[in-house]
């Protein structure tokens, strides 16, 4: 969702303590059949050749063949997606040769570094090298595993992660579209990849560059000059009907491309205790937050 630059008054918005547990979203009935779906469709990913058809398939078929693009370093479309997901069903489901799966689809990715090293892939979280990054650690095991692809990534990511810092400053880059902070290719999502694993752990290299991250969207959100840092004008929307139905450029609130992004990543350094010159306790007074609640749109049940 995207609102016309302007402000709006605030709705209260409803907070849960800290005790707050969350109802489940289904039965006992409907989650004994949704896990049992889940195993079967993911069952297919075991199957040789099933992935390589399906995406066949999916070329075949779609009037949007860029949609089906697989990349293998890719969160979004690649073997790191799958990598992720099989080693998440490892951990609901142990013992049952996930872990080994999770392991195949990793290695295919890695075997792409070579040709990395002289492209210009992205940091983005979902089709570059911050997705690679994220799933290497998610399945590293507390870093007991994967220590030689750990390293090699992080070398690639570091340096394009620190353009992407300096391609935040739009007083030298004159550039705010939203591929500089958002989740899918900007900072806020890179910035998972480096979210310590324990509170307060001290990451060395990985900690400085989450800094660099988390001050350069701190500076956005706090909008000291009264331009707002995430606006968006029109010729920097790359979709055509969007610009359109905003003429005058947007101020987004949704998560994939908007300022919840940025605001959900910062969040979560304050739930994992980063310490931040401009983070503060025990919650920001920022107030693009209580503008963007005011965007809420409540709905009956899970959307």
């Given at each position: 969702?995207s609102?016309?630059?302007?402000?709006?008054?605030?709705?209260?918005?409803?907070?849960?303590?800290?005790?707050?547990?969350?109802?489940?979203?289904?039965?006992?009935s409907?989650?004994?059949?949704?896990?049992?779906?889940?195993?079967?469709?993911?069952?297919?990913?075991?199957?040789?050749?099933?992935v390589?058809?399906?995406?066949?398939?999916?070329?075949?078929?779609t009037?949007?063949?860029?949609?089906?693009?697989?990349?293998?370093?890719?969160l979004?479309?690649?073997?790191?997606?799958?990598?992720?997901?099989?080693?998440?069903?490892?951990?609901?489901?142990?013992?049952?040769?996930?872990?080994?799966?999770?392991?195949?689809?990793?290695?295919?990715?890695?075997?792409?570094?070579?040709?990395?090293?002289?492209?210009?892939?992205?940091?983005?979280?979902?089709?570059?090298?911050?997705?690679?990054?994220?799933?290497?650690?998610?399945?590293?095991?507390?870093?007991?595993?994967y220590?030689?692809?750990?390293?090699?990534?992080?070398?690639?990511?570091?340096?394009?992660?620190?353009?992407?810092?300096?391609?935040?400053?739009?007083?030298?880059?004159?550039?705010?579209?939203?591929?500089?902070?958002?989740?899918?290719?900007?900072?806020?999502?890179?910035?998972?990849?480096?979210?310590?694993?324990?509170?307060?752990?001290?990451?060395?290299?990985?900690?400085?560059?989450?800094?660099?991250?988390?001050?350069?969207?701190?500076?956005?959100?706090?909008?000291?000059d009264?331009?707002?840092?995430w606006?968006?004008?029109?010729?920097?929307?790359?979709?055509?009907n969007?610009?359109?139905?905003?003429?005058?450029?947007?101020?987004?609130?949704?998560?994939a491309?908007?300022?919840?992004?940025?605001?959900?990543?910062l969040?979560?350094?304050?739930?994992?205790?980063?310490?931040?010159?401009?983070?503060?306790?025990?919650?920001?007074?920022?107030?693009?937050?209580?503008?963007t609640?005011g965007?809420?749109r409540?709905?009956?049940?899970?959307?």
């Amino acid at each position: 969702m995207s609102a016309a630059r302007g402000s709006r008054t605030a709705a209260p918005y409803p907070r849960g303590g800290a005790d707050t547990v969350p109802a489940p979203l289904l039965n006992a009935s409907c989650a004994e059949r949704a896990t049992a779906t889940g195993l079967r469709v993911m069952e297919n990913v075991r199957v040789s050749g099933r992935v390589a058809a399906a995406l066949t398939n999916a070329e075949a078929q779609t009037a949007f063949p860029l949609a089906t693009e697989w990349t293998p370093w890719g969160l979004a479309a690649g073997d790191v997606g799958l990598a992720l997901v099989c080693g998440y069903f490892d951990e609901c489901f142990p013992e049952r040769g996930w872990d080994v799966e999770a392991h195949h689809h990793l290695t295919a990715a890695a075997a792409t570094l070579p040709s990395l090293w002289r492209g210009s892939v992205s940091p983005s979280l979902f089709e570059g090298l911050g997705g690679l990054a994220f799933v290497t650690r998610r399945l590293s095991r507390g870093g007991s595993r994967y220590q030689s692809l750990t390293r090699a990534v992080e070398a690639l990511l570091f340096p394009r992660v620190a353009a992407l810092v300096r391609s935040m400053d739009v007083r030298t880059s004159g550039r705010r579209d939203v591929g500089r902070f958002d989740v899918i290719s900007g900072a806020a999502g890179v910035g998972a990849a480096f979210l310590p694993e324990e509170p307060r752990k001290d990451d060395g290299d990985r900690r400085q560059v989450l800094s660099s991250l988390l001050r350069a969207l701190i500076r956005m959100v706090e909008d000291p000059d009264g331009l707002s840092l995430w606006y968006t004008p029109a010729r920097l929307i790359g979709d055509e009907n969007m610009v359109r139905a905003y003429p005058y450029g947007v101020l987004n609130c949704g998560l994939a491309h908007g300022l919840p992004g940025p605001l959900a990543l910062l969040a979560l350094a304050l739930e994992n205790e980063v310490r931040e010159p401009g983070l503060p306790r025990p919650s920001p007074p920022w107030p693009v937050c209580s503008w963007t609640c005011g965007w809420t749109r409540r709905a009956a049940g899970p959307r």
